[in-house]
């Protein structure tokens, strides 16, 4: 179960879980948006590869145009996944303060 | 002790395969701190699975207690030959610019397993993967072991 909203002036909240079935939908969601695109990931549990591929896809398109993709509130089990994947260095990252 | 299920081979398993985790663990009594790894690591198996093989089996679940964790078997019959363990190393240091999506499902699974086997009967077509997730030191990466059907 994944839930998705916000965009434009405020951040993209993901709440749930992103995997492959449900990666098309959030794609769809986050091709629509444009230049610096925030994703509060507070309520996002876990996250598989078909996630990571939705994320940089996004990243790639975003940088194309001088904007970027960052994450914000970032859990533990996210963080061991962008580490262990490199996307710790490819993407803004900023942990979960709790 | 044990838990098994059967799952058919559709992506839209994935939320079955899930459930299946949820209530395995409880039922087994194993630390559900380790359950999002141990679905992060059969999502990986499964979706490559779906996306390769070329088999129409069901794909069976085993997962068992072991100390301070659990040990999971993948099972696919009607498969062809190839070994997860073996997959082509993934660099991932290149920047945003050179990345492609994919690619990076077995590269993970091999760093959040504490170990992953692969076996595969030639005359049963029988394919069986077998890794272990507990609650020890961080995942060491592959053992290229024998997971025999």
Do not use: W
Request: hydrophobic content about 40%; some cysteine; glycine content about 10%.
């Amino acid at each position: 179960m994944l839930t998705i909203e916000g965009g434009g002036e405020r951040p993209v909240v993901l709440s749930g879980r992103l995997d492959a079935t449900q990666a098309a939908a959030v794609q769809a969601y986050l091709d629509r948006l444009d230049g610096v695109v925030t994703l509060d990931c507070g309520e996002l549990q876990y996250l598989s590869s078909a996630g990571l591929g939705v994320l940089l896809k996004t990243h790639k398109r975003l940088l194309g145009a001088g904007g970027r993709l960052r994450l914000t509130a970032v859990n533990r089990h996210l963080r061991d996944i962008f580490s262990y994947s490199g996307f710790d260095q490819i993407l803004e990252i900023e942990p979960d303060g709790r | 002790m044990s838990e098994r299920a059967c799952f058919a081979r559709r992506i839209d398993a994935i939320a079955d395969i899930f459930a299946f985790t949820a209530s395995a663990f409880a039922r087994l009594g194993a630390p559900d701190a380790l359950r999002t790894e141990v679905d992060f690591v059969l999502e990986e198996l499964f979706t490559n699975i779906v996306k390769y093989g070329r088999g129409e089996a069901p794909v069976t679940i085993d997962i068992v207690p072991i100390s301070d964790g659990v040990e999971v078997t993948v099972t696919e019959a009607d498969a062809d030959r190839f070994d997860v363990t073996r997959a082509p190393a993934v660099d991932v240091t290149l920047p945003a610019e050179r990345r492609q999506p994919g690619g990076l499902g077995l590269h993970l699974v091999g760093r959040l397993a504490d170990s992953v086997q692969y076996g595969y009967s030639e005359g049963e077509r029988c394919s069986r993967i077998v890794f272990r997730k507990t609650s020890a030191a961080p995942a060491p990466g592959r053992d290229n072991g024998d997971g025999r059907c």
